[in-house]
């Protein structure tokens, strides 16, 4: 089993920075990649970055230029710095990892933007 304990959420006024971290737990072993998915209120789910396991990184248009995914292999943790927050980056953020072929969800986070 996998375990991921999301850390970092809050309430930031528009222009502000926050960092996610997301650190996982359990049987560790063919991961494939890592990252965040956010929920804004009456919206579907969307990606927001993700790191495959050589590095690769991939954002969402929204966030390019804003936000940073990284990785640390060694604490097996996923973090997400967010610069330049606006009032639409709130919402629940959900981190995630690919072991194999199954997919893994933090509990999620609240990001809170005021403007």
């Known amino acids: 089993q996998v375990q991921l304990v999301e850390s970092g959420g809050g309430l930031v006024q528009a222009g502000g920075s926050l960092r996610l971290s997301c650190a996982a737990s359990?049987?560790?072993?063919?991961?494939?990649?890592m990252g965040w998915h956010r929920q804004a209120p009456g919206k579907q789910r969307e990606l927001v970055a993700a790191?495959?396991?050589?590095?690769?990184?991939n954002y969402a248009d929204s966030v390019k230029g804003r936000f940073s995914i990284s990785r640390d292999n060694a604490k097996n943790t996923v973090y997400l710095q967010m610069n330049s927050l606006k009032p639409e980056d709130t919402g629940v953020y959900y981190c995630?990892?690919?072991?194999?072929?199954?997919?893994?969800w933090g509990q999620g986070t609240q990001v809170t933007v005021s403007s």
């Open positions: 995630y990892i690919i072991i194999g072929p199954l997919n893994y």
């Open positions: 359990g049987r560790m072993f063919s991961i494939k990649g």
């Open positions: 790191i495959t396991s050589g590095g690769t990184t």
